[in-house]
């Protein structure tokens, strides 16, 4: 096998081209800085690019009472109170800056009569927020910044894996990562890092979630001691495909809903006027999906175990026109024309709310010179993400991320690796190679049912003990997995690696949901089903000296008095 | 149809191999089940070292593209019970091969840098207004996945001495081109430089796309025209770019 390593030296190293990751590489370039940006999958297909219904921005288009404290409102008592208020009060302020960025950079959304951005009405924001490009909003989005970046020239290797991080004191000083199409390993000597990795939704058997969003940055950042929040807080998205099987979690767009459609179960009710009368179908994901859920499990589901979303009375043109393709993928996926038919839907695992912590303005980890974007972060959703408001976190503090690690890049040096740094890295990639070894394909299957049948969208202790001991079992069955073939696209010895961050999310999520006594937002317990005001607090996982994970309970921050007057004081019943 | 179904899959690795072959796999049936999930299990249960590229699974994302049973394809929307028992999986012909069925298909990206950007008109009111209808025709083009199946099957791309850069990179120079507030013109620097006078509109391209973008009709013949317009017909040229305030790119 190949011994030659290929070393890059760069002022900031971008883990990720997602549109956090393009977006910092952007801000890093047009500081005249040398970026460098890299990607497991191929420029262009990072899982941004599956976004459908839009980016919430408080522009006040379609309403013209919207504005950032509404927004950050919004954001607040969707997280159920324990987000970081500042990072809510960023969102609401930048991301409609961002998005008329986006159309300077040749994005073209959809319009008012009147020619100005239009906005749709998406779960929970109070008024109609999320500017869009029909049911096809991270495309263009990706595609957008696809093309500043490559007639920027930013320096970029797709197809290439990023192992691990390479850490000297309190910085990271490097990256090991092994060029996929080529075999070749990689060297990444960086003055700053920015993760912008994506989530960690394939941790789940069912999920929308594309090939890559494995958790890596989340592991690689765990093994390099930075410290995690949140991770039981998972969101469960209300309207997945369940037939057929092959496309089970593939996403249903929110846009369904909030261009009128309408949840049924299989006696023809429209449930959601029980759960929720006021806000119905367009109530926050939580609430829809755990309706849904109920559903199904008092037996009022559809044949194929879903309920069904209607939204046939817009008619043809109407839904054609604006959910396009959501008219394609029910068509070719299941022969389901949904201008005449019914939808059979269920919940998918979507969004991971918990991820690195960072901080507010800079997305500084607790480390420093290592800072964190995007779905990879966390904070900014707390306890439930509204929808839309990734695509505006990822351009917000993707761009912030870039701007600091600018900032901490001026003043900063590349440092020399030691060599046994390399050499541990690379002996953990060649020691999968092995004629004897488990099939790592096998491990995730049963870790990712484990997770869906154990840690889902209804939890309770008996069950969330039962996933930490499969996990231990698979921490040490984890040592025996290994594969054969070589460096290049081996699809085995990715599984090998990505397995081992997939297992660092799942203990955190796992344990954190455990230790939570309380149901809030997206973590619901059947045996503690109520708000707990104990707990409004945030779940802090890091590594600890032992080797064993460490968690430290921290109240949640508070708020300026003066901010209280934009946010419904919280209730507990 | 419940038993196990035949798949051959490609295999060949140029660095340790003179030739490829098709090797065959049984793979069980599931309902509803595209071609990627029974490539994916030949991977994940049979032979790790397949190599196959996909990433959305849900005919997003544009990674998955290879010739099924000889037709340009993605294999995340193919069904197999819409193509029969006998498989085979193929990778695209038109791009280097780098294993198995991925390709190398980086050479879009050097294709992709030579065309113009969005490039704003000048002098445009802030925040700008565009008519809910013209960002129709547009958005069309905007619908791409970069998958690159219209560039496999097109037989110039195919035939690598010519200069011409696909269909795919017609259709994104069309995107800008019909952007309403677009200021540039690439028909002429797509025909000079960029060899679209190749293209015989055979429409092959149009037939696989999986967005369904007229590529041929709506991108391409649009384009041609538009660059004849610009050779041929100077008074033409100054009454439209008077009109529309466009600077040609050459
Ligand atoms: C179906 C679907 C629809 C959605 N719709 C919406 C919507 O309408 N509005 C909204 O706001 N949000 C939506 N979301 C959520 C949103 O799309 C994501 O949260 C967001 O795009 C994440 O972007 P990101 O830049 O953080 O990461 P990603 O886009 O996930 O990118 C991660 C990048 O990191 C790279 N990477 C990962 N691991 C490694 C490694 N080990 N080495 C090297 N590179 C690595 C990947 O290759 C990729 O380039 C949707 C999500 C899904 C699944
Ligand atoms: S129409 Fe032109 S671009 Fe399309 S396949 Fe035929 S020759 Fe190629
Ligand atoms: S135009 Fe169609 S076929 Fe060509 S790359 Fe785009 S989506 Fe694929
Ligand atoms: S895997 Fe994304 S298009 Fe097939």
């Known amino acids: 096998m190949n011994n030659e390593i290929e070393t890059v030296e760069t002022d900031v190293l971008i883990i990720g081209a997602g549109g956090a990751g393009m977006r910092a590489a952007i801000s890093v370039n047009d500081a005249g800085l040398k970026p460098v940006m890299v990607t497991k999958s191929l420029l262009g297909k990072a899982h941004t690019v599956m976004a459908e219904g839009g980016i919430a921005a408080a522009l006040g288009n379609v309403d013209p009472k919207d504005n950032w404290m509404v927004h950050y409102g919004d954001i607040i008592e969707e997280g159920v109170y324990i987000s970081n208020w500042k990072m809510a009060e960023i969102l609401g302020k930048e991301a409609p800056e961002r998005v008329l960025e986006l159309e300077k950079y040749g994005a073209l959304f959809d319009r008012t009569p009147d020619g100005r951005i239009m906005q749709r009405a998406f779960g929970a924001h109070t008024y109609r927020r999320l500017a869009h490009i029909g049911d096809r909003t991270g495309l263009e989005l990706i595609k957008t910044l696809e093309d500043q970046v490559l007639h920027r020239n930013i320096p970029f290797y797709d197809e290439m894996y990023i192992v691990d991080l390479i850490r000297k004191g309190d910085k990271i000083i490097g990256a090991y990562g092994i060029k996929m199409d080529t075999g070749k390993t990689f060297l990444f000597k960086a003055k700053t890092v920015v993760i912008a990795t994506g989530g960690s939704g394939r941790v789940y058997k069912v999920t929308s979630n594309s090939w890559e969003s494995t958790g890596d940055g989340v592991g690689m950042a765990y093994r390099a001691g930075v410290k995690l929040r949140d991770m039981e807080m998972i969101q469960f998205h209300p309207t997945g495909m369940v037939y057929p099987p092959g496309v089970k979690g593939l996403l249903v767009t929110e846009g369904v809903r909030g261009e009128g459609g309408i949840l049924l179960n299989s006696k023809g009710e429209r449930y959601m006027l029980k759960y929720s009368p006021q806000k119905k179908e367009l109530d926050a994901r939580d609430v829809v999906a755990r309706a849904n859920y109920r559903e199904i499990m008092e037996g009022r589901g559809t044949e194929h175990g879903g309920v069904y979303l209607d939204i046939t009375n817009k008619g043809p043109d109407f839904i054609k026109h604006k959910l396009p393709a959501m008219y394609q993928q029910f068509l070719e996926f299941a022969g389901v024309d949904i201008t005449k038919e019914k939808m059979e839907v269920a919940p998918t695992v979507h969004y991971m709310m918990g991820g690195i912590q960072v901080d507010a303005e800079t997305e500084k980890t607790n480390l420093e010179n290592l800072f964190a974007a995007g779905e990879v972060a966390s904070g900014l959703h707390g306890a439930n993400r509204l929808g839309g408001n990734s695509l505006a976190d990822i351009l917000v503090f993707g761009k912030r991320a870039g701007d600091a690690a600018v900032n901490y890049a001026r003043s900063s040096k590349i440092e020399e690796i030691p060599a046994e740094e390399i050499e541990k890295i690379k002996s953990y990639v060649m020691h999968f190679f092995r004629d004897d070894g488990k099939n790592p394909y096998d491990l995730i299957d049963r870790l990712t049912a484990c997770m869906s049948e154990n840690v889902g969208i209804m939890r309770d202790e008996e069950h969330l003990q039962k996933a930490m001991e499969i996990i231990e079992g698979l921490k040490e069955e984890f040592k025996e997995v290994g594969t054969k073939g070589g460096l290049r696209y081996n699809h085995g010895l990715l599984g090998c690696l990505e397995l081992g961050n997939m297992l660092v999310s799942c203990e955190a999520i796992a344990t954190c949901a455990s230790m939570r006594k309380e149901s809030r937002g997206a973590h619901a317990r059947s045996d503690f089903p109520k708000k707990d005001p104990a707990w409004k607090v945030n779940i802090v996982t890091y590594l600890g000296d032992d080797g064993n994970m460490v968690f430290e309970v921290k109240p949640a921050e508070e708020m300026p008095e003066e901010y209280k007057a934009y946010v419904k004081p919280e209730v507990y019943e | ?250």
Not at chain 2, 95 to 123: C, H, Q, Y
Request: charged share 30%; with cysteine.
């Open chain 2, 1 to 250: 149809m419940s038993e196990d179904i035949k798949i051959n899959v490609f295999r060949f690795d140029p660095e340790t191999e003179k030739e490829g072959k098709f090797v065959e796999y049984n793979v069980p049936y599931v309902d509803g089940m595209v071609v990627l999930d029974t490539v994916r299990y030949v991977e994940e249960k049979i032979d790790p070292t397949v190599s196959i590229r996909w990433n959305c699974k849900a005919g997003k994302c544009g990674s998955c593209s290879a010739e099924i049973n000889g037709k340009p394809s993605l294999m995340c929307k193919t069904r197999v019970d819409e193509i029969g028992k006998h498989i085979t999986v193929a990778p695209m012909a038109a791009f280097p091969l780098i294993k198995d069925l991925v390709t190398d298909v980086s050479k879009n990206w050097e294709i992709a840098r030579k065309i113009p950007m969005f490039t704003p008109k000048e002098g445009l009111e802030k925040p700008w207004r565009i008519n809910p209808k013209d960002v129709e025709r547009s958005k069309e083009f905007k619908r791409c996945i970069e998958c690159f199946l219209c560039m496999d099957v097109c037989h110039v791309v195919r035939e690598h001495f010519t200069p011409y850069f696909g269909p795919r990179h017609i259709v994104k120079a069309a995107s800008w081109d019909m952007h309403p507030l677009d200021g540039l013109d690439r028909s002429k620097m797509l025909d000079v430089e960029g060899g679209m006078g190749y293209c015989n509109i055979t429409k092959c391209c149009t037939e696989v796309c999986p967005e369904h973008i007229k590529i041929t009709d709506n991108a391409i013949i649009q384009e041609k025209e538009r660059a004849v317009d610009r050779q041929y017909d100077p008074i033409a040229m100054i009454i439209k770019n008077r009109r529309k305030k466009e600077k040609v790119v050459k």
